[in-house]
Protein backbone atom coordinates (compact mmCIF):
# COMPACT_ATOMS: atom_id res chain seq x y z
CA UNK A 1 0.00 0.00 0.00
CA UNK A 2 3.04 2.49 -0.66
CA UNK A 3 1.15 4.08 -2.94
CA UNK A 4 -2.03 5.51 -0.69
CA UNK A 5 -2.35 8.73 -0.92
CA UNK A 6 -5.90 9.86 1.17
CA UNK A 7 -7.71 13.39 -0.28
CA UNK A 8 -7.30 15.71 2.77
CA UNK A 9 -10.05 18.38 3.09
CA UNK A 10 -9.27 22.55 3.08
CA UNK A 11 -9.66 24.45 5.75
CA UNK A 12 -11.62 23.73 9.07
CA UNK A 13 -9.81 20.57 11.10
CA UNK A 14 -6.31 20.86 11.63
CA UNK A 15 -4.36 18.91 8.63
CA UNK A 16 -2.35 15.91 10.69
CA UNK A 17 -6.11 15.40 12.47
CA UNK A 18 -7.47 15.17 8.84
CA UNK A 19 -4.75 12.42 7.98
CA UNK A 20 -5.34 10.51 10.94
CA UNK A 21 -9.38 10.49 10.10
CA UNK A 22 -8.21 9.64 6.46
CA UNK A 23 -6.80 6.62 7.80
CA UNK A 24 -9.35 5.59 9.70
CA UNK A 25 -11.75 5.79 6.63
CA UNK A 26 -9.60 3.39 4.79
CA UNK A 27 -9.98 1.07 6.85
CA UNK A 28 -13.61 1.30 7.33
CA UNK A 29 -14.19 1.08 3.93
CA UNK A 30 -11.65 -1.33 2.73
CA UNK A 31 -8.84 0.50 1.27
CA UNK A 32 -6.40 -0.08 3.77
CA UNK A 33 -6.57 -3.53 5.06
CA UNK A 34 -5.06 -5.33 8.65
CA UNK A 35 -1.07 -5.32 7.79
CA UNK A 36 -0.53 -3.07 5.09
CA UNK A 37 2.82 -0.96 4.56
CA UNK A 38 1.57 2.83 4.45
CA UNK A 39 3.84 5.33 2.72
CA UNK A 40 6.94 7.28 4.52
CA UNK A 41 6.30 9.41 5.97
CA UNK A 42 8.74 11.72 3.75
CA UNK A 43 7.26 10.59 0.60
CA UNK A 44 3.54 10.84 1.62
CA UNK A 45 4.53 14.50 2.82
CA UNK A 46 5.79 15.44 -0.93
CA UNK A 47 2.69 13.42 -2.30
CA UNK A 48 0.09 15.75 -0.63
CA UNK A 49 2.03 18.59 -0.79
CA UNK A 50 2.46 19.52 3.14
CA UNK A 51 4.80 19.57 5.97
CA UNK A 52 6.63 16.53 7.04
CA UNK A 53 5.79 17.45 10.28
CA UNK A 54 2.28 17.55 9.77
CA UNK A 55 2.43 13.68 8.02
CA UNK A 56 4.46 12.98 11.40
CA UNK A 57 2.06 14.20 13.67
CA UNK A 58 -0.85 12.88 11.85
CA UNK A 59 0.73 9.34 12.21
CA UNK A 60 1.19 9.92 16.04
CA UNK A 61 -1.92 10.37 16.27
CA UNK A 62 -3.33 7.50 14.19
CA UNK A 63 -1.18 5.41 16.60
CA UNK A 64 -2.53 6.80 19.61
CA UNK A 65 -6.34 5.98 18.41
CA UNK A 66 -4.82 2.60 17.78
CA UNK A 67 -5.25 2.56 14.42
CA UNK A 68 -1.40 1.77 13.12
CA UNK A 69 1.87 0.96 14.42
CA UNK A 70 5.13 1.82 13.98
CA UNK A 71 8.43 -0.13 13.66
CA UNK A 72 11.62 1.51 13.62
CA UNK A 73 13.91 0.16 10.61
CA UNK A 74 10.46 -2.11 9.12
CA UNK A 75 7.79 1.20 8.52
CA UNK A 76 4.53 1.91 9.49
CA UNK A 77 1.04 -0.68 9.00
CA UNK A 78 -2.13 -0.37 9.81
CA UNK A 79 -2.62 -2.09 12.74
CA UNK A 80 -3.53 -6.24 12.96
CA UNK A 81 -6.70 -7.76 14.62
CA UNK A 82 -7.22 -9.05 17.67
CA UNK A 83 -3.92 -8.24 19.13
CA UNK A 84 -4.64 -4.69 18.26
CA UNK A 85 -8.01 -4.61 19.38
CA UNK A 86 -7.57 -6.07 22.98
CA UNK A 87 -4.62 -2.80 23.24
CA UNK A 88 -7.25 -0.21 22.37
CA UNK A 89 -9.41 -1.74 25.05
CA UNK A 90 -6.94 -0.46 27.55
CA UNK A 91 -6.18 2.76 26.06
CA UNK A 92 -8.15 5.15 28.21
CA UNK A 93 -10.37 8.11 27.50
CA UNK A 94 -9.48 10.75 29.69
CA UNK A 95 -12.48 12.52 31.64
CA UNK A 96 -11.35 16.10 31.95
CA UNK A 97 -12.45 18.36 34.38
CA UNK A 98 -12.67 21.63 32.43
CA UNK A 99 -13.10 23.31 35.72
CA UNK A 100 -9.77 23.11 36.53
CA UNK A 101 -6.84 25.44 34.96
CA UNK A 102 -5.39 22.70 32.41
CA UNK A 103 -1.76 23.05 30.61
CA UNK A 104 -1.70 22.68 26.92
CA UNK A 105 -0.77 19.16 26.19
CA UNK A 106 2.35 17.81 24.44
CA UNK A 107 1.26 16.90 20.81
CA UNK A 108 5.30 16.78 19.24
CA UNK A 109 5.95 13.00 18.38
CA UNK A 110 9.53 13.03 19.06
CA UNK A 111 8.49 14.37 23.05
CA UNK A 112 5.78 12.23 23.37
CA UNK A 113 8.41 9.34 22.48
CA UNK A 114 10.51 10.96 24.91
CA UNK A 115 8.41 10.87 27.37
CA UNK A 116 6.96 6.91 26.87
CA UNK A 117 10.84 5.53 26.73
CA UNK A 118 11.13 7.46 30.06
CA UNK A 119 7.70 5.09 31.71
CA UNK A 120 9.60 2.30 30.17
CA UNK A 121 12.39 2.57 31.97
CA UNK A 122 10.98 3.35 34.88
CA UNK A 123 8.80 0.28 34.26
CA UNK A 124 11.82 -2.07 35.06
CA UNK A 125 11.66 -1.52 38.52
CA UNK A 126 7.79 -1.77 38.65
CA UNK A 127 7.89 -4.68 41.59
CA UNK A 128 10.03 -1.73 43.96
CA UNK A 129 7.69 0.77 42.78
CA UNK A 130 4.72 -1.20 44.01
CA UNK A 131 6.05 -1.25 47.83
CA UNK A 132 5.35 0.58 50.57
CA UNK A 133 7.94 3.98 50.37
CA UNK A 134 9.15 7.20 52.51
CA UNK A 135 6.12 10.14 53.19
CA UNK A 136 8.30 12.36 51.67
CA UNK A 137 10.04 10.73 49.00
CA UNK A 138 13.79 8.77 48.90
CA UNK A 139 17.09 10.41 48.25
CA UNK A 140 17.64 10.30 44.33
CA UNK A 141 14.13 11.99 44.67
CA UNK A 142 15.06 14.85 46.49
CA UNK A 143 18.07 15.21 44.28
CA UNK A 144 15.94 15.62 41.26
CA UNK A 145 13.40 18.12 43.22
CA UNK A 146 16.38 19.95 44.28
CA UNK A 147 17.74 20.34 40.49
CA UNK A 148 14.26 20.69 39.78
CA UNK A 149 13.67 23.88 42.46
CA UNK A 150 16.78 25.41 41.24
CA UNK A 151 15.19 26.74 38.29
CA UNK A 152 13.45 28.74 40.39
CA UNK A 153 17.13 29.96 41.79
CA UNK A 154 16.58 27.90 45.71
CA UNK A 155 18.86 25.62 46.72
CA UNK A 156 17.70 24.44 50.11
CA UNK A 157 19.65 21.20 51.94
CA UNK A 158 17.80 17.60 51.17
CA UNK A 159 16.58 17.58 54.55
CA UNK A 160 14.12 20.71 54.23
CA UNK A 161 12.64 18.65 50.43
CA UNK A 162 9.80 17.38 50.63
CA UNK A 163 8.36 15.19 47.63
CA UNK A 164 4.38 15.01 47.99
CA UNK A 165 1.36 14.06 46.14
CA UNK A 166 0.72 17.42 44.68
CA UNK A 167 -0.16 21.06 45.97
CA UNK A 168 -3.85 20.28 47.51
CA UNK A 169 -2.71 17.51 49.85
CA UNK A 170 0.74 19.50 50.68
CA UNK A 171 -1.72 22.86 51.63
CA UNK A 172 -4.03 20.44 53.32
CA UNK A 173 -0.76 19.23 55.79
CA UNK A 174 0.83 22.00 56.29
CA UNK A 175 -2.46 23.96 57.67
CA UNK A 176 -2.98 21.04 59.89
CA UNK A 177 0.04 21.25 61.63
CA UNK A 178 -0.06 25.48 61.60
CA UNK A 179 -4.09 26.42 62.07
CA UNK A 180 -6.96 25.26 64.86
CA UNK A 181 -10.72 25.41 64.13
CA UNK A 182 -11.77 28.56 64.11
CA UNK A 183 -8.33 30.34 62.99
CA UNK A 184 -7.52 33.02 60.60
CA UNK A 185 -5.70 32.77 57.42
CA UNK A 186 -5.36 35.35 54.76
CA UNK A 187 -5.31 35.19 51.44
CA UNK A 188 -5.69 37.73 48.21
CA UNK A 189 -8.87 39.19 47.78
CA UNK A 190 -9.40 36.66 44.89
CA UNK A 191 -7.75 33.30 45.60
CA UNK A 192 -7.35 30.13 44.50
CA UNK A 193 -10.53 27.87 44.93
CA UNK A 194 -8.71 25.02 46.01
CA UNK A 195 -7.46 27.05 49.11
CA UNK A 196 -10.53 28.93 49.79
CA UNK A 197 -12.22 24.84 50.40
CA UNK A 198 -9.29 23.42 52.34
CA UNK A 199 -9.51 26.10 54.33
CA UNK A 200 -13.31 26.06 54.82
CA UNK A 201 -13.09 22.14 55.45
CA UNK A 202 -10.60 22.76 58.34
CA UNK A 203 -13.37 25.71 59.87
CA UNK A 204 -10.86 28.47 58.84
CA UNK A 205 -11.62 31.87 58.75
CA UNK A 206 -10.06 33.75 55.37
CA UNK A 207 -9.61 37.37 55.64
CA UNK A 208 -9.06 38.52 52.08
CA UNK A 209 -5.96 41.33 50.90
CA UNK A 210 -6.50 44.18 48.43
CA UNK A 211 -3.91 44.88 46.11
CA UNK A 212 -2.87 45.95 42.74
CA UNK A 213 -1.47 44.50 39.52
CA UNK A 214 2.19 44.08 41.81
CA UNK A 215 0.31 42.22 44.21
CA UNK A 216 -0.78 42.82 47.62
CA UNK A 217 -0.93 46.12 49.24
CA UNK A 218 1.46 45.88 52.15
CA UNK A 219 0.38 48.29 54.36
CA UNK A 220 -2.99 46.03 54.04
CA UNK A 221 -1.06 43.08 55.23
CA UNK A 222 0.80 44.37 57.98
CA UNK A 223 -2.93 46.00 59.18
CA UNK A 224 -4.49 42.47 59.03
CA UNK A 225 -2.14 40.58 60.60
CA UNK A 226 -2.27 43.30 63.91
CA UNK A 227 -6.27 43.29 63.84
CA UNK A 228 -6.93 39.72 63.28
CA UNK A 229 -3.81 37.20 64.72
CA UNK A 230 -3.65 34.83 61.45
CA UNK A 231 -1.80 31.72 61.64
CA UNK A 232 -0.79 32.39 57.73
CA UNK A 233 -0.41 34.06 54.69
CA UNK A 234 -1.57 32.20 51.44
CA UNK A 235 0.01 33.49 48.07
CA UNK A 236 -0.27 32.25 44.45
CA UNK A 237 2.34 34.96 43.66
CA UNK A 238 3.42 34.04 39.98
CA UNK A 239 0.71 34.16 37.09
CA UNK A 240 -1.84 34.41 40.13
CA UNK A 241 -5.11 32.16 39.58
CA UNK A 242 -6.82 33.52 38.45
CA UNK A 243 -6.45 37.09 37.65
CA UNK A 244 -2.89 35.89 36.03
CA UNK A 245 -0.86 38.97 38.16
CA UNK A 246 2.61 38.35 38.84
CA UNK A 247 3.59 39.67 42.10
CA UNK A 248 6.49 42.81 41.31
CA UNK A 249 9.91 41.84 42.93
CA UNK A 250 10.51 45.05 44.95
CA UNK A 251 6.66 44.46 46.00
CA UNK A 252 7.57 40.83 46.74
CA UNK A 253 10.54 42.03 49.13
CA UNK A 254 8.17 44.50 50.97
CA UNK A 255 5.74 41.42 51.55
CA UNK A 256 8.74 39.29 53.08
CA UNK A 257 9.82 42.58 55.61
CA UNK A 258 6.00 42.61 56.97
CA UNK A 259 6.17 38.73 57.47
CA UNK A 260 9.83 38.73 59.45
CA UNK A 261 8.64 41.74 61.57
CA UNK A 262 5.71 39.74 62.53
CA UNK A 263 6.71 36.11 62.24
CA UNK A 264 3.83 35.02 60.09
CA UNK A 265 4.67 31.63 58.00
CA UNK A 266 3.71 32.16 54.06
CA UNK A 267 2.23 29.27 51.92
CA UNK A 268 3.89 30.23 48.93
CA UNK A 269 2.30 28.07 45.59
CA UNK A 270 4.14 28.46 43.23
CA UNK A 271 2.24 26.43 40.49
CA UNK A 272 3.00 28.69 37.51
CA UNK A 273 6.31 30.29 38.43
CA UNK A 274 8.43 27.34 36.11
CA UNK A 275 6.83 28.52 32.64
CA UNK A 276 7.64 31.67 32.15
CA UNK A 277 11.40 32.29 30.95
CA UNK A 278 12.76 34.80 33.51
CA UNK A 279 9.67 35.10 36.48
CA UNK A 280 10.66 37.19 39.88
CA UNK A 281 12.22 35.70 42.76
CA UNK A 282 10.52 33.38 45.23
CA UNK A 283 9.50 34.83 48.24
CA UNK A 284 11.15 31.89 49.79
CA UNK A 285 14.42 33.39 49.00
CA UNK A 286 13.86 36.57 51.01
CA UNK A 287 12.07 34.80 54.41
CA UNK A 288 13.36 31.18 53.97
CA UNK A 289 12.78 30.73 57.69
CA UNK A 290 8.88 31.55 57.04
CA UNK A 291 8.09 30.30 53.99
CA UNK A 292 6.22 26.90 52.73
CA UNK A 293 7.19 26.96 49.09
CA UNK A 294 5.16 24.85 47.04
CA UNK A 295 6.83 23.69 43.79
CA UNK A 296 3.97 22.05 41.82
CA UNK A 297 4.33 19.76 38.74
CA UNK A 298 0.92 19.85 37.61
CA UNK A 299 0.96 23.01 35.21
CA UNK A 300 4.43 22.89 34.13
CA UNK A 301 4.52 18.64 33.53
CA UNK A 302 1.24 17.45 34.38
CA UNK A 303 -1.30 16.94 36.61
CA UNK A 304 -1.55 13.42 36.44
CA UNK A 305 1.69 13.34 37.98
CA UNK A 306 -0.21 14.37 41.11
CA UNK A 307 3.26 15.36 42.70
CA UNK A 308 4.77 18.98 44.02
CA UNK A 309 8.60 19.55 45.45
CA UNK A 310 7.67 21.67 48.91
CA UNK A 311 10.47 23.43 50.68
CA UNK A 312 9.98 23.48 54.47
CA UNK A 313 11.12 26.62 56.56
CA UNK A 314 13.53 24.16 58.23
CA UNK A 315 14.13 20.18 59.06
CA UNK A 316 12.54 20.42 61.84
CA UNK A 317 9.16 21.72 59.97
CA UNK A 318 10.06 19.02 56.92
CA UNK A 319 9.43 16.12 59.60
CA UNK A 320 6.33 17.48 60.86
CA UNK A 321 4.94 17.61 57.15
CA UNK A 322 6.40 13.82 56.64
CA UNK A 323 4.37 13.14 59.84
CA UNK A 324 0.87 15.06 58.81
CA UNK A 325 1.40 13.37 55.02
CA UNK A 326 1.64 10.39 55.93
CA UNK A 327 -2.02 10.99 57.76
CA UNK A 328 -3.27 12.30 55.24
CA UNK A 329 -1.66 10.35 51.96
CA UNK A 330 0.82 7.75 53.34
CA UNK A 331 2.75 8.58 50.70
CA UNK A 332 3.15 10.29 47.08
CA UNK A 333 2.99 7.69 44.32
CA UNK A 334 6.60 5.85 44.16
CA UNK A 335 5.80 4.79 40.15
CA UNK A 336 5.04 8.69 39.43
CA UNK A 337 8.03 9.97 41.41
CA UNK A 338 10.18 7.20 39.67
CA UNK A 339 8.99 8.88 36.46
CA UNK A 340 9.11 12.31 37.48
CA UNK A 341 12.95 11.69 38.66
CA UNK A 342 13.52 9.97 35.35
CA UNK A 343 12.09 12.99 33.31
CA UNK A 344 14.02 15.51 35.31
CA UNK A 345 17.20 14.08 34.70
CA UNK A 346 17.25 13.34 31.27
CA UNK A 347 16.33 16.49 30.34
CA UNK A 348 12.30 15.29 29.26
CA UNK A 349 10.86 17.62 31.79
CA UNK A 350 12.58 20.65 30.73
CA UNK A 351 11.60 19.99 27.02
CA UNK A 352 7.83 19.46 28.26
CA UNK A 353 7.82 22.88 30.43
CA UNK A 354 9.12 24.57 26.80
CA UNK A 355 6.59 22.77 24.74
CA UNK A 356 3.89 24.93 27.33
CA UNK A 357 5.66 28.13 27.41
CA UNK A 358 5.58 28.12 23.60
CA UNK A 359 2.44 26.67 23.05
CA UNK A 360 0.79 28.90 25.81
CA UNK A 361 2.32 32.11 23.87
CA UNK A 362 0.15 30.77 20.75
CA UNK A 363 -2.69 30.53 22.39
CA UNK A 364 -2.59 33.86 24.24
CA UNK A 365 -1.90 35.45 20.72
CA UNK A 366 -5.31 33.88 19.21
CA UNK A 367 -6.98 34.90 22.41
CA UNK A 368 -5.67 38.62 22.15
CA UNK A 369 -7.04 38.59 18.07
CA UNK A 370 -10.49 37.11 18.55
CA UNK A 371 -11.09 38.80 22.09
CA UNK A 372 -9.96 42.39 20.65
CA UNK A 373 -12.45 43.58 21.90
CA UNK A 374 -13.24 42.62 25.31
CA UNK A 375 -12.06 43.68 28.69
CA UNK A 376 -9.98 40.69 30.06
CA UNK A 377 -6.75 40.55 32.12
CA UNK A 378 -3.77 37.88 31.37
CA UNK A 379 0.02 37.92 30.67
CA UNK A 380 1.40 35.74 27.71
CA UNK A 381 2.81 32.90 29.50
CA UNK A 382 -1.29 32.53 31.65
CA UNK A 383 -2.92 29.43 30.91
CA UNK A 384 -5.95 31.62 31.30
CA UNK A 385 -7.48 35.18 30.85
CA UNK A 386 -9.84 36.65 33.45
CA UNK A 387 -12.66 38.33 31.63
CA UNK A 388 -14.22 41.61 32.81
CA UNK A 389 -18.38 41.12 31.09
CA UNK A 390 -20.13 43.93 29.99
CA UNK A 391 -23.05 45.60 32.11
CA UNK A 392 -25.78 43.86 31.07
CA UNK A 393 -24.39 40.45 30.74
CA UNK A 394 -24.82 37.47 32.94
CA UNK A 395 -21.79 35.18 34.08
CA UNK A 396 -24.12 32.32 34.45
CA UNK A 397 -25.35 33.25 31.18
CA UNK A 398 -22.36 33.00 29.50
CA UNK A 399 -21.18 29.22 30.95
CA UNK A 400 -24.46 28.02 29.80
CA UNK A 401 -24.18 28.95 26.57
CA UNK A 402 -20.37 28.03 26.34
CA UNK A 403 -20.97 24.64 27.68
CA UNK A 404 -19.78 21.97 25.09
CA UNK A 405 -17.30 23.66 23.74
CA UNK A 406 -13.96 22.54 25.14
CA UNK A 407 -13.26 25.28 27.21
CA UNK A 408 -13.42 26.08 30.40
CA UNK A 409 -14.54 28.38 32.74
CA UNK A 410 -15.40 29.13 36.26
CA UNK A 411 -17.05 31.98 37.51
CA UNK A 412 -16.13 34.73 39.89
CA UNK A 413 -18.07 33.18 42.85
CA UNK A 414 -15.77 30.01 42.71
CA UNK A 415 -12.51 32.83 43.40
CA UNK A 416 -14.14 35.66 45.62
CA UNK A 417 -12.54 35.44 49.43
CA UNK A 418 -15.46 38.69 50.31
CA UNK A 419 -17.78 40.73 49.49
CA UNK A 420 -20.22 40.18 46.01
CA UNK A 421 -17.99 38.54 43.15
CA UNK A 422 -17.84 40.70 40.51
CA UNK A 423 -19.15 39.53 36.42
CA UNK A 424 -16.11 38.22 35.72
CA UNK A 425 -15.18 34.58 34.32
CA UNK A 426 -12.17 32.40 34.39
CA UNK A 427 -11.26 31.15 30.67
CA UNK A 428 -8.90 28.50 30.13
CA UNK A 429 -7.16 28.25 27.09
CA UNK A 430 -5.10 24.94 27.71
CA UNK A 431 -6.62 20.86 27.84
CA UNK A 432 -6.95 19.11 25.07
CA UNK A 433 -8.83 21.29 22.54
CA UNK A 434 -6.71 22.27 19.58
CA UNK A 435 -5.94 25.62 18.73
CA UNK A 436 -8.64 25.73 15.61
CA UNK A 437 -11.21 24.48 18.34
CA UNK A 438 -9.99 27.47 20.57
CA UNK A 439 -10.36 30.00 18.06
CA UNK A 440 -13.74 29.64 17.40
CA UNK A 441 -14.67 28.46 21.14
CA UNK A 442 -13.29 31.82 22.06
CA UNK A 443 -15.26 33.36 18.31
CA UNK A 444 -18.23 32.17 20.02
CA UNK A 445 -17.40 33.63 23.59
CA UNK A 446 -16.24 37.40 21.96
CA UNK A 447 -20.11 37.07 20.52
CA UNK A 448 -21.64 36.16 23.64
CA UNK A 449 -19.97 38.79 25.67
CA UNK A 450 -20.14 41.45 23.37
CA UNK A 451 -24.01 41.48 22.70
CA UNK A 452 -26.53 41.20 24.87
CA UNK A 453 -29.09 38.05 24.55
Known sequence: MQEWSPILRRGGVARYLQLADAIAEGIADGTLSRGDRLPPQRRLAERLGIDFTTVSRGYAEAQRRGLIDSHVGRGTFVAQSPADTRQ???????????????????????????????????????????RYQSATGGQIDKEAAS?????????????????????????????????????????????????????????????????????????????????????????????????????????????????????????E?????????????????????????????????????????????????ARELAHQLRLVSVMPSPLMMALATRWITDGTADQIRRFIREETLARQAIASQVLAQSEYESERHAFNIWLRLREGIS?????????????????SDAFTVSGAPSESLRVCLGGQISRTELRDALGLLAYLTTNRF
Open 269 to 317: DDAYGFIPPHPPAPLASFAPDLVWHIGGLAKCIGAGLRLAYTVAPNSLA
Open 88 to 130: REFRRQADVDLTMNLPPEPDDPVLLARMQDGLQTVSANLIDLL
Open 147 to 267: SWLSLRGLVPSLDRIAVTPGAHPTILAILTGLARTGDTLLCEDVTYPGFRGIAGRLGLRLVGLPGDAEGIDPDALDAAIVQNGPKALYLNPTLQNPTTRTISLARREQIAEVLIAHKLPLI
Open 395 to 411: RADVIGRMAGTGVGIMP
